[in-house]
């Protein structure tokens, strides 16, 4: 089982690294764009005034769309980054939880009917409590493995 979460959190680090590194590759891709941009306007400087403050307008707008659009992609990159963080370290809580209750044992008594029959209680009330104790043990044993009841506590959601 951690092997299996330690495979998920390696796969879930190798998206990230990807995206990271297209991001790389953008911002690469953006550095050249804007080395094109500059190079093609220094070659630019010996057309006429009217051409080139249109073709300033047309690359400007260009850098502008570029610009947003790098900054969406980090953006998206540092949102996606840390919601993955995010969930490995849930991930990393909950199985550490499992691992440390695995080794925990339900402590509390449980008797039989007949035992609290003998103890003075009536036939209803050693019903009542032997019945209702076996289900809170079943049910704490339960929640300690990861099991969560649902509202009509038939089904189970692992947690």
Not at 96 to 112: D, G, H, L, P, V
Request: contains cysteine; charged residues 35%; aromatic residues 4%.
């Amino acid at each position: 089982q951690m092997n299996k979460t330690m495979m998920r959190m390696e796969e879930k680090l190798t998206t990230v690294s990807s995206l990271e590194s297209r991001c790389e590759n953008l911002e690469a891709k953006c550095s050249t764009l804007e080395d094109m941009l500059e190079a093609k306007c220094r070659s630019l400087e010996t057309t006429s005034h009217a051409t080139m403050d249109h073709m300033d307008k047309t690359l400007e707008s260009v850098c502008k769309k570029l610009e947003a659009k790098c900054s969406s992609l980090e953006a998206k990159l540092a949102t996606t980054s840390q919601s993955m963080k995010d969930h490995m370290d849930r991930s990393l809580r909950y199985h550490e939880m499992r691992i440390m209750n695995q080794k925990w044992k339900y402590s509390a008594s449980t008797y039989s009917r007949d035992e609290l029959i003998d103890a003075v209680y009536d036939t209803v009330e050693a019903d009542y409590i032997a019945e209702n104790s076996e289900m809170l043990k079943e049910s704490t044993e339960a929640m300690r493995r990861g099991d969560f009841p649902t509202e009509n506590n038939r089904e189970n959601k692992k947690g």
